[in-house]
C-alpha cells in the first residue's frame, strides 16, 4: 500500500466562484484573518486589510495594506474588474500600471468561492488552488468559522499545510 501523500487533498472538481456576489455590499474594508502564503505579501507580518471602492466606471479600486517586522506600514493600489458581465464571484484584479492594462497578464484571477450572506466573512481564491485569504469585516474571527471555512477550503481542494494566520482569533 502506498504512503498517504503529503501534498494535502487532490482537486478533482474545478473550483466554482460563488453565483452571486453584489459589488455594493462586498465594498468597504476587509480584515485578512489568513492567507497561503505568496511572494507579494512576503514582508507582512503584523495586521493585513484590504478595501474595495467602487468606481464610476464599474471597476473596483483595490488598497491593500500590510504591518511589517518593524511596525511600518507597506500598501499597493490596484483595480480589480468583472471579466465578463455576469460573472458574479469572478474577479480580475490588477496592480500593474494602468498602460500596461491591454496585456492579459497583468490580471490575476480573483474569486470569491465562499461569502456569508451577511458578507461579514469571504474567502477568496483563484483557480489553481495557489493562492487563499481568508477574510472578516473585523479584525478577529471566531475559531469556530475559521475552522469551518479551513475545512470547506480543504474540501476544495486546498493544501493549507503552509496556512498563515495573520488575524486574530476569539
Known sequence: MPAPS???PIATQPLAPVSHLDLERYAGTWHEIARLPMYFQRKCTGPVTATYTLRADGTVAVHNE??????SAIASDGVA???EPFSQGKLEVRFAPKWLSWLPMVWADYWVI???????WAM?????RKYLWILSRTPGMDEATFSLLKERAAAMGYDLAPLVISGELD
Open 6 to 8: 503529503r501534498a494535502g
Open 114 to 120: 465562499a461569502l456569508d450572506d451577511d458578507y461579514r
Open 81 to 83: 474588474r468583472r471579466p
Open 66 to 71: 500590510c504591518v511589517t517586522a518593524d511596525g
Open 124 to 128: 477568496v481564491g483563484e483557480p489553481g
